[in-house]
């Protein structure tokens, strides 16, 4: 049952001209209630963990089991904000049945409260599918990184004024097709403010501005947990990498001297 402070997708839309709000990716139980507690009304659990928690170079091999095991330990740490499952590769791609069968695991088996997709004007079909079936959507537009091999690489958007238009327009059938919000990804300010001011539904900037209504980042990133490639966007908040580091060489100093564990440890 939803409590009073819980939020919605609707609570989220209901931002747009109020506040500006912040959004972070969780992919861990304890993660997500430490965001949930300083009070972030949406975690993203981000297709982004295959490769701050799994490894990988990219984001395309992580699988549907995957984004389920994390999206459940989000879901478990969570009181109040609202928990966006990223559909990854290949999930929602093949067919609108697909997407719903796949939206609809998310929802049931992991206790999402909305799911994310990639792309524009195109994929308008496949989102109102979902929200006909009673799962709210978050569209994701401008550097879509499921397609980098489409793009040639991590590329800014919307740079030429063609390519600025389509993207204008792809915000207009999203918003219309009725996503509770979308992400704008990569693009330069000015791209992000006219979506931002053309279009009823918030706005979530990464790398597209000061002007979005909200803004999101890679939680790794604002930590500096991962530091094997930092976007220009990502502004650092902690060096917690280095904190840990140092924490985890003091221990193994301390057991090879023989000072831990001490009398104060020993039952
Ligand atoms: O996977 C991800 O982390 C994202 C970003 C928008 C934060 O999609």
């Known amino acids: 049952m939803p409590t009073e402070s819980k939020w919605t997708a609707g609570k989220i839309k209901a931002l747009k001209g109020r506040e500006k709000f912040a959004c972070l990716t969780a992919y861990d139980y304890t993660t997500a209630r430490l965001l949930d507690e300083a009070g972030l009304p949406l975690l993203l ?11 990988y170079a990219d984001t395309l ?5 995957a984004m389920l095991h994390h999206t459940a330990a989000v879901a478990r740490g969570v009181k109040s904000a ?14 609108i049945s697909q997407a719903i ?12 409260d909305a799911v994310k997709i990639e792309g524009g004007a195109f994929r308008t079909p496949t989102i109102k599918a979902l929200i006909e079936n009673g799962i709210p959507v978050l569209g994701h537009i401008g550097l879509t990184p499921q397609s980098i091999h489409a793009m040639g690489g991590y590329k800014v958007q919307g740079k030429k004024p063609a390519e600025a238009q389509a993207l204008l327009h792809d915000a207009q059938v999203l918003a219309e097709a009725g ?12 791209l992000g403010e006219e979506i931002t001011r053309t279009v009823p539904t ?5 790398g597209a501005g000061p002007h979005c ?23 650092r908040y902690a060096n ?14 301390d057991v090879a001297k023989g000072t831990f564990p001490g009398t104060e440890h020993c039952y």
């Open 82 to 95: 609202l928990v966006v499952a990223d559909m990854p590769f290949m999930s929602y791609q093949a067919s």
């Open 45 to 55: 659990v981000g297709d982004s963990l295959a490769m701050t928690m799994l490894g």
């Open 240 to 253: 917690l990498g280095a904190e840990m580091k140092k924490a985890f060489e003091a221990y193994k100093a």
């Open 213 to 235: 209504d909200g803004q999101i980042l890679v939680t790794h990133d604002l930590l500096g947990l991962f530091s094997e490639f930092t976007p220009k966007f990502v502004k």
């Open 179 to 190: 996503v509770f919000a979308m992400v704008l990804e990569c693009m330069p300010p000015a």
């Open 202 to 206: 918030p706005t979530i900037g990464i």
């Open 61 to 65: 091999p992580v699988t549907m089991e």
């Open 101 to 112: 069968e796949n939206a609809g695991r998310f929802v049931k088996q992991a206790g999402a």
